[in-house]
Nanobody, 120 residues
Framework: QVQLVESGGGLVQAGGSLRLSCAAS????????MGWFRQAPGKEREFVAA????????YYADPVKGRFTISRDMAKNTGNLQMNSLKPEDTAVYYC?????????????WGQGTQVTVSS
């Protein structure tokens, strides 16, 4: 089982930036993929971005392409989500998740979530 702990949420004005981090522990993480999801009030949880730990290959949802960047620090077993040019519609609880890249169809490990609020 992998444990995930997010940090870095907060309140920012539209156009500003935030950096979220997700620290992974509990198992060797080299075979995993780390993803970020978000859930706004009254909406379903949606995919934001993901990174395959071994290769660094990145995936992005269309609404965040060009504004968000996912990265990983392999030495610290920490993933990061740099969010620039934030918009009020980015307001949500952001969750870090992990799955074994080659074998798991769904994300089975989830963090507790961190609130991101973008004011207009």
């Amino acid at each position: 089982q992998v444990q995930l702990v997010e940090s870095g949420g907060g309140l920012v004005q539209a156009g500003g930036s935030l950096r979220l981090s997700c620290a992974a522990s509990g198992r060797p993480f080299s075979s995993y993929r780390m993803g970020w999801f978000r859930q706004a009030p009254g909406k379903e949880r949606e995919f934001v971005a993901a990174i395959t730990w071994s290769t660094g290959f990145q995936y992005y949802a269309d609404p965040v392409k060009g504004r968000f960047t996912i990265s990983r620090d392999m030495a610290k077993n920490t993933g990061n989500l740099q969010m620039n040019s934030l918009k009020p519609e980015d307001t949500a609880v952001y969750y870090c998740a992990a799955k074994r890249a080659a074998s798991d169809p769904n994300y089975a490990n989830w963090g507790q979530g961190t609130q991101v609020t973008v004011s207009s």
